[in-house]
Each structure stands twice: as C-alpha cells, then as structure tokens.
C-alpha cells in the first residue's frame, strides 16, 4: 500500500526519534528496556537516539549506563519560539495585573487536538496555590481554558474534534458525554466564562474565557485557578469577570472587535 499524500515526505526515522522524545518527557527518568517497550522500538534503535540527543546536551544519564532523562535543554530549544508568538508577548502584562487583582494562579493556554497546552503562566503568592508548569498538557474539556476554548468553536467543530472519544473522569465530577459538553457550552456562554469545579482535580477551581484575533477565531485561553477553599462558588463570579475584563484585553491587542462574539 503506498503513503497518502499527508505522510509521503515523512522521514521515519525523525518520527520514531520524535515518539521518543514525547515518551521520554513523560517521566522523570527511563531503562532503556522500559522505554523501547513503552514506544515499540527495538532496544538498539532507541540506545542510538539516545546517545544521539546526549551527544547534543538534550538527554543525561543519572549513572553511566543506566537511566536517561530529558535535559531543560528541550525546553529551552522549545521556548524560544514563544516570543514568536503575539499572544503569548501581549498576554504577559495583562496576565501580570490580573494575578495582582484575584490573587490567583493565572495560566494561557492553547488548543492541540482534544487537549491544552500551558505556554504561559503568573503564580499566585499565596503558599497554597494551583501551580501547573509550562508545558503541561490538560483534557480540554476539564480545564476551564480548554472548555472556553471549545465554547468557541462551531458546533460542528466539537463534534468532529471529540467524534469516536472515551470521555475520562479525574474525580467524580465531570462530563462524559458529547450531549454533556454541548449542555457545557450554553452554560459557559450564557455565563461569560467556563467554570472547572474539581473536575481536574479535588479541591481546585478554574475559570477561563477564550482569548480571540482580529477574524474572532480562539487562538489561545486566559484562566485563573486556585483552592475552591479560597473561590466559594458563590463568589465565583467575581474572579470570572476579572478574567473575562482581562480576556477582552488581550483580545482586543490582537484586533479583536470589541464585542466579541462566537460561532453556533
């Protein structure tokens, strides 16, 4: 069977080398056995991209011959593409006052597939806080920026996104279903804001509103999280229209209008 044209160019080699690499992110430290198991890769052509990356300062070992890790020198290759981008450049002060004024954690975030990804984050000073890091990846629809995110999108965009997907639980709460997460998004849009109550995980909540460009399509998420301890729900709505005002701003730095709207 020949390559579809989306795959014909591909590189094997790169793309095992890349499977790798997400695997290997995703522990602290790996065997090498476990980790050529993990990715289905023969032991000797994962011993050799190893040692590659190590050649190159981006894989260590914590003893000669024996578990590899990822150095920071990964992210720090990654990063560099972040100023690159305009959200994330004009989203920064605007993310700085309004860890000043709710007093919380406060994250941007973008859309990959049915997940977000953390690009950008200002914590909170409290000794008790949400503390995701850059770089962590969250189910969109249990994370407040995931959810706002997908509030923004078509109908149709949804459908076609989560179309064949199990839905999982982290706690007892949650959505489970496609019908769920269209009841979700009326909420959020009729609320300004999407609300994660201990969805992700006991004892946080989130809200988030989607962060929108000049042809009101959502490139990015702002959300604020922080112990529900501290966000009772009823005065959840306080910290949402903080962010909401602070999601408008950046919005309307991308040139954005101002009243902003989103597709049904």
């Not at 790169?14 to 602290?28: A, D, G, S, W, Y």
């Not at 690009?119 to 407040?144: E, M, P």
Request: positive net charge.
């Amino acid at each position: 069977m020949g390559k579809s044209k989306d795959n014909y160019y591909q590189i094997n080699s790169i793309v095992k080398l890349f499977q790798m690499i997400e695997t290997l992110v995703c522990r602290e430290d790996w065997e090498l056995s476990t980790l050529a198991d993990e990715i289905d890769i023969p032991k000797t052509t994962v011993l050799r991209m190893l040692l590659t990356l190590k050649s190159l300062g981006y894989v260590d070992q914590l003893e000669t011959g024996k578990r590899y890790y990822a150095t920071t020198k990964l992210f720090e290759t990654g990063s560099k593409t972040l100023p690159f981008i305009n959200v994330f450049k004009l989203a920064q002060p605007v993310m700085a006052e309004l860890v000043e004024k709710c007093g919380e954690s406060v994250y941007l975030s973008v859309l990959s597939g049915i997940e977000i990804v953390v690009i950008a984050k200002k914590s909170s000073k409290h000794y008790i806080r949400s503390d995701s890091y850059v770089g962590d990846r969250f189910l969109s629809y249990l994370s407040s920026g995931g959810k706002a995110l997908l509030s923004a999108l078509t109908k149709t965009e949804r459908y076609r996104l989560f179309e064949g997907h199990q839905f999982e639980l982290m706690t007892h709460k949650g959505i489970t279903t496609i019908d769920e997460l269209e009841k979700d998004v009326i909420k959020t849009r009729s609320r300004g804001f999407a609300l994660v109550d201990e969805e992700l995980a006991l004892g946080i909540r989130s809200v988030g509103v989607p962060i929108l460009n000049h042809r009101l399509e959502p490139v990015a998420a702002l959300s604020a999280a922080a112990p529900s301890a501290r966000i009772p729900l009823k005065e959840i709505s306080v910290h949402g229209k903080l962010v909401v005002a602070a999601g408008k701003e950046i919005s309307r730095k991308l040139g954005a209008p101002e009243a902003l709207s989103t597709s049904e």
